[in-house]
Nanobody, 125 residues
Framework: QVQLVESGGGLVQSGGSLRLSCTFS????????LGWFRQAPVMEREGVSC????????YSADSVKSRFTISGDNGVNTVYLHLNRLKSEDTAVYYC??????????????????WGRGTQVRVSA
């Protein structure tokens, strides 16, 4: 059974940092790609970063590319999202999701079959 649990969210001042964790079970990164998404109030869910099962390559959205980093550790079944130089517009619920089809990762939410419940990130001005 595939499960994903996010943690590490919280309230941080603008310019600060957080590390989000996505602890997963029921699969390994050898076969499943994993993505981080976020959703702010009244906004659509958007892709943030992802890591591919095919070659462990990573991809990040232009809005966060210079500030966020994704990394994975199969040994502890966890994928991390390192958030640096946070801005108020980064405030959102952050979700991790798994794509079981052994393909390069995507920023498109529709390609992910499994989702965690999310962790809230709030950035104060």
């Amino acid at each position: 059974q595939v499960q994903l649990v996010e943690s590490g969210g919280g309230l941080v001042q603008s310019g600060g940092s957080l590390r989000l964790s996505c602890t997963f079970s029921g699969f390994t990164l050898d076969y499943y790609s994993l993505g981080w998404f976020r959703q702010a109030p009244v906004m659509e869910r958007e892709g943030v970063s992802c890591i591919s099962s095919t070659d462990v390559s990573t991809y990040s959205a232009d809005s966060v590319k210079s500030r966020f980093t994704i990394s994975g550790d199969n040994g502890v079944n966890t994928v991390y999202l390192h958030l640096n130089r946070l801005k108020s517009e980064d405030t959102a619920v952050y979700y991790c999701a798994a794509d079981p089809w052994a393909r390069p990762c995507s920023m498109y939410a529709g390609e992910y079959d499994y989702w965690g419940r999310g962790t809230q990130v709030r950035v104060s001005a």
